[in-house]
C-alpha cells in the first residue's frame, strides 16, 4: 500500500477536474441552442458527476476527505470559457472548446494514473479516464 496521503491527495486533483467538468458543461450547454448537441453535452455532463460520486467516495473510503469545490484553478478556467466563448459563439466553437477541455482532463487523469498510487485507485483513475476518453469521441461525433 502506497502513501495515502499522496493517494487522496492525486485524487482530489482527479476530483476538481470532474468538478470542472461538469461546471463547464454548464456553460456550454447555456450557450447551446441545436437540442441534439445539448442533449450529448447532458449526458457527458451525467457522466461526470458519476466520476464525481465514484471517486468522492473512495476517497472518504480510504479515509480522506473529498476536496468538493473547482478551486482557484477552476474558478479561473470558468472564467476563461466564457470570455473565450463570448456571447455570440457558434455551435461549432463550443464543441471545439468542449473537446479541449475533455482533452486537458484526459491529460491530468492520465498525469495522476502515472503518480503513486495503490492498485484500487489506479483502476478507479483508469476507470475515469476511460469515460472521459468515450466522452471525447462522442462529442467529436457530433462536428
Do not use: P, W
Amino acid at each position: 500500500m502506497t502513501d495515502n496521503k499522496e493517494t487522496i491527495k492525486s485524487l482530489n486533483q482527479l476530483l476538481q477536474g470532474e468538478y470542472m467538468a461538469v461546471e463547464s458543461f454548464n456553460n456550454f450547454i447555456s450557450k447551446l441552442e441545436d437540442e441534439t448537441v445539448k442533449q450529448t453535452f447532458k449526458e457527458v455532463q451525467k457522466q461526470h458527476r458519476e466520476n464525481i460520486d465514484k471517486l468522492a467516495s473512495y476517497i472518504q473510503d480510504i479515509g480522506g476527505r473529498a476536496e468538493e469545490n473547482l478551486g482557484m484553478k477552476g474558478i479561473m478556467g470558468d472564467i476563461k470559457i466564457n470570455m473565450d466563448l463570448g456571447s455570440d459563439a457558434d455551435k461549432a466553437e463550443i464543441i471545439e472548446k468542449a473537446i479541449e477541455g475533455e482533452t486537458k482532463g484526459v491529460n491530468m487523469a492520465e498525469k495522476v494514473l502515472r503518480g503513486n498510487l495503490d492498485e484500487k485507485s489506479r483502476d478507479i483513475a483508469g476507470e475515469i479516464l476511460h469515460m472521459d476518453r468515450k466522452s471525447i469521441e462522442k462529442i467529436k461525433s457530433l462536428l
